[in-house]
C-alpha cells in the first residue's frame, strides 16, 4: 500500500515536470497569449483533464515555469555574488547582474510584446509562486547584507524584494524609458532605486 | 493675443474634453478640428502631431489645474513626510486624467512610456514644477545633498507613471502603498528618515 503510494507520488512528480518541459518549449513559439492549455496536452502527450489536474489555469503553469527558470538561473548567480564581502557598491551589481539575467529569459521577447506586458505585470504579481522564488534568491543575500550594516535595519526583507522585483520587471518590459544605456541606469540604480533601502 | 495665438488657445481647450470623450486609444486630429469648429489642416498648423498635441494640453493639465492645487501641501515645513504628501498629492491629481483613469486601455502603456520620457517639453515642465520644490527642501536640510535635480524628477515622474498605470501591482491597498512610496522613494531621497 505504501509503496504503491510513492510510485503514484513519483508519476505525478514526473507528469508535472513533463508539462512543464513541454509548455516551456512551445511558450516562445506559441506566445502566452495564444498558448492554450490544449496545446501543452497535445505537446506532452496526455489529456486536458490530467494537464487541469496539476494547473488550475494557464496562467498557474507559465508563473510555475517562471518561478522555475528563475530558480535556475538567478539563483546560482546570486548564491556566487553574494559569496563577496557585502557592500553598497556589491548590491548594487547584485541588482544589474540580477537585471541582466532577466533580459535574457527565454520568455522576454513575448512579455515585450505590449498587449501582454500589462497581463505580465499582474500575473507576476498576482500569483504568489514568483515572488516566493525570488524570496528563496534575494532573502539570504538580504540577510548577510542586514548584518553587515549595509541596510537600514527597521525594513521588511520581503518588502524590499517586492520592490526590486517590480522595478526589474519595468526595466526589463520597457527598458529605454528610464535611461538610455546601463551606465545611466548604474546612476539610477545606486542614487535612486536602492538608495532608500541603504544604510546612509 | 494675435489670432493664431487664440486658434491655438482654442484648440487646447477643447481638446480635453475630446480626448475625455473618445479616450487616448482612439483621440485623433479629426476629432479635435471637429470640436474646435476649424480645419484638421488647422490643428495640423499648430501641432505637427498627435503625440505633440497630446504632450501640450498634459502640459497645461500640469500648469493650470495640478499645480495650483498642490499649492497648499509644497507650502508647507519642508520634512520627509511632506515630502511624501507632496508627491501623493500629485499622483491623486494625475489619477483623473484620461491617459490613467479608468477609460485608460494598459496596452496603451508602452507606447505613453516613451512619448512622456522622449518628451523635452514634458521633462521641463516637470522641472519647472518640482525644482523650485527640491530647492527648498534641500536648503532646509532635508534632502541628501548630493542630488541630481534633473535626475531626481525623472525618476520621480517614471514611478510615479508606473503607479498611475498600474496602481495595484506593487500592492492593492492605498496605505500599503503610501508605506511603499515613503520607505523606498522619498526616504531614498531624504537626508534622515
Redesign the interface.
Known sequence: MAKAQVTRGRSDVDTRARIMEAAAELLPRFTIAKLSMEDVARATGIARQTVYKHFRSKDELVAEIIAAELRAKHGPLMRDLARHKATKRRLVELFMAQLDVGRQFPLIDPVLD??I???M??LI?GIPVILEALEEIWLPILGKYADAGVL?PD?DHR?IV??IT?QQ??LI??P???AKNDAELE??VS???????LQ? | MSSSTATRERILEVAPEVLRRFTLAKFGMEDVARGAGIARQTVYKHFSSRDELLIAMYVREMLENQAPRMVPVVDRPPSPDNLLDVFMTELELARHYPWFDESSE??M???L??MI?RSETLMQTREAIWFPILERYEAAGVL?P???FA??V??LT?QKF?LL??P????PDDEERRL?VR???????V??S
Open positions: 505590449p498587449q506586458a500589462p497581463r505585470a499582474e504579481f537600514r525594513l518588502q517586492r520592490w517590480y520587471f519595468w518590459t520597457h529605454e524609458v528610464l546612476v539610477y542614487h535612486f532605486m536602492l538608495s532608500g533601502i546612509a | 494598459q496596452s502603456a508602452p507606447r512610456a516613451e520620457f541628501r548630493d542630488l541630481d535626475a531626481t525623472r525618476w517614471y508606473w498605470f498600474h495595484d501591482v506593487l500592492c511603499y520607505r523606498f522613494i522619498i526616504a531614498g531621497l537626508t534622515t
